[in-house]
Every structure is written in C-alpha cells, then in structure tokens.
C-alpha cells in the first residue's frame, strides 16, 4: 500500500513538472500574476542619525508630508560657525579700504594668501576626486558581485537596483568634477597673476596698487563663504525628509536613534499611482517586450484585461509560495512585468491568470 502511494505521487510530481516545463517553453501560455503596488523606498539624502520618525507602518500619508528627520545639532552647530566666518569677512573689505587709504600700499602678503588658499582648496578638490573614483570603482565591483548571487539565487534583484542607482548618483557627480577643477585652476593661476602684478608694480616704481585688484580676493572668499553656508544651509533641509508620493507606509525598516545611511531605505511606502502586473513564466518562456496578453481576474465573472509585456527579467528567481504547485517544493521561474490599463482596478496583492497570446513569443 505505501509503494502504491509513493508511486502515485512520484507521479503526480513528474506530471506537474512537465506541466510547469511545457506550458512555458513555447512562450504562449498561462502564468499565474500578482498586481504589485507603485513601491517607493525612502532613504536619507545623506548619513545622518534618525532623531525622529513622524509615520507608522500601515499610516496613510501625503505626498510632502514629513516622515522622518535627522539629527542636525552637529549641522547646525557649523552653520553658526559659518554664519559667524562670514560676518567676519563681510567686514574685511571696509578695514582693507580703510588700510589703503592711510598707506596707499597693499601688502605681499595679502595676495600670497590668496594664492595659498587657491591652491589649498584646488588639492582639497583632486583628493575628493580621487576618493569618489574610488568609491566608484568600489561600487562596480559590488554591483557584480551582487548580479552573480541574483544568478545563483542568494539575493534580490532590488538590492543590485539600488547599488545601480547610487552608481549613477556618482557618475552625474563625476561629470562635474572637470569643470569645478578648472575653474579652482583658473582661481589659482589669476591670484597667482594679481601677485606677480603687485610685485612688478611695486618694484619698479612702488606705486600703489589698484584698489579693486586689492579687494577682489576678499570679496571673493565673501562669495565662497556665502556657497559654501547656502550649502549647509541645504544639507538642513535635506535632513527632514518627506513622502515623495500619496500612499500608505508599508514598514520601517529603522527606528530613533538609529545610523540612516546615505541611499539605503529605511521607509518603504506604496503609492496610489499606477499598479504593475508581474507574472511568473518558467525560465525557458521566449517573451520580448511589447508582447500582447490577457489578465483574467480570479472573481465570479472573470473579468479580463488587455496587457502589453513591458519587461523581462534577466534573472531566475524563486516565485511566491502561494503559486506553488506543492506547499513543500519551491518553483523557479522568471519575473515577467506587464503594464495595466489606466482605468483597471485592482487590488494590491491580488492574485490573476495571465494569457499570452499566440504569436507574442520569440
């Protein structure tokens, strides 16, 4: 009596995994689909740590409504710093102009400094280069690793996403780099000019020097110090962070007082925009974007709806448990997105049948 049984289901699971292998292979088939939600995974502009979280999973917010803030004493402390370094400067032009007018000489070392500080703050700047190249190249290289454990089933492709994401963040960065460098370059090279002006000047004739070459450095660190406040001044603004669509808080991934860092989400929202249907074809399924379809709801009337494939994963991943033709035996198969019509009304989570349509295969 047992081998009858155990003969039976041997059976019935050669037969299911023919079933799943056939009904694949030719590209035209059945898949079962879920309606996936508009995701979006909130993180910090930079690292900071979480003073406050102002939503609760399950909460529904509004877009620019405000879900967390980081700590800033310390930012705050340096634009006070900053606000007070400026006042500091805003003052120098009067002093130098009060300087010139009782000696009518300006002084070498004025405009040595300005030549240091040029210099300064052009190596300051190749160094940031160097270490953002780096971390660049860091960044490839974990982006590679991670695609190998997608392909070997050890990650979720989501977590490739956003390295490729932070990557790009980089390299729109490092297209900026040239042009900063040149002009710090070209900062340099003039305060290098105006010093060997006054030197010339000085020397041949010891005439003063114009007052406007004299005052251009000051009001030049003026202009700086004002950047570099409205910078941090930024950055503050950046520490609060806010729904970037209407949805509802699906779950916090940190709590007060822990570290956020800079691109790692630690809210994950579903927004009310437009839902995505994926299916789950075996991994030998021939599909190509563009592909026609039909999605067959799993209600009394069975509705359908005409959908269009717009993505096929490049991964093989294990499918929901819920499509599992044995509660004990995971599938694989590949994520296939398909769009949704604009006037469809599903729910999140939902469960439909998919119908590609003969001739969508390749």
């Known amino acids: 009596m047992a081998r009858s049984v155990l003969g039976i289901l041997v059976w019935l699971l050669a037969s299911a995994g023919a079933v799943w292998l056939a009904r694949s292979d030719s590209g035209v088939s059945d898949a079962p689909a879920l309606i996936v939600p508009q995701e979006f995974r909130v993180a910090a502009a930079e690292t900071g740590r ?5 939503v609760a999973a399950g909460q529904r917010v509004l877009r620019g409504q405000l879900l967390a803030r980081l700590d800033t004493t310390v930012l705050e402390r340096e634009i006070a710093m900053a606000e007070a370094r400026l006042r500091q400067l805003s003052a120098e032009p009067g002093a130098s102009e009060a300087i010139m007018d009782s000696d009518g000489y300006a002084s070498e070392r004025s405009f040595q400094t300005d030549v240091d500080d040029a210099a300064a703050q052009l190596e300051t700047a190749q160094t940031a ?3 953002q190249a780096a971390e660049t190249r860091a960044l490839r290289d974990e982006i590679a690793r991670q695609r190998r454990l997608v392909k070997e089933g050890l990650t979720r492709a989501e977590r490739v996403e956003e390295l490729e994401v932070r990557l790009q963040s980089l390299e ?4 900026t780099w040239p042009a900063r460098l040149r002009a710090l370059t070209e900062r340099q090279q003039a305060a290098s000019a105006r010093l060997r002006e006054w030197r010339t000047q000085h020397k041949a004739s010891s005439a003063p020097v114009s007052r406007d070459a004299r005052l251009k450095p000051l009001l030049d660190r003026i202009t700086e110090q004002r950047e570099a406040l409205r910078m941090l001044r930024a950055r503050l603004t950046l ?3 806010v729904a970037p669509a209407d949805g509802e808080v699906v779950s916090l ?3 007060p007082g822990d570290i956020a860092t800079s691109g790692t989400p630690f809210v994950v929202l579903h927004g009310t925009g437009p839902q995505v249907l994926v299916a789950y074809v075996n991994e030998r399924a021939r599909l190509t974007p563009g592909a026609k379809a039909m999605a067959r709801r799993r209600t009394p009337q069975a509705e359908e709806l005409p959908t269009t494939v717009q993505r096929v994963a490049d991964v093989v991943v294990q499918i929901p448990q819920r ?3 044995f509660p004990t035996m995971p599938q ?3 994520e296939v997105y398909l769009e949704l019509p604009a006037a469809a009304h599903l729910d999140a989570g939902e469960a439909v049948d998919v119908k590609f349509l003969a001739g ?3």
């Open 172 to 175: 729109e960065t490092a297209k």
């Open 50 to 54: 979480l003073a406050e979280l102002q």
């Open 253 to 255: 991934l940190a709590r």
């Open 129 to 131: 280069q160097s270490q």
């Open 239 to 241: 520490a609060s962070i």
């Open 332 to 334: 694989w198969g590949r």
């Open 360 to 362: 969508s295969g390749k």
């Open 323 to 325: 499509f599992w033709l």
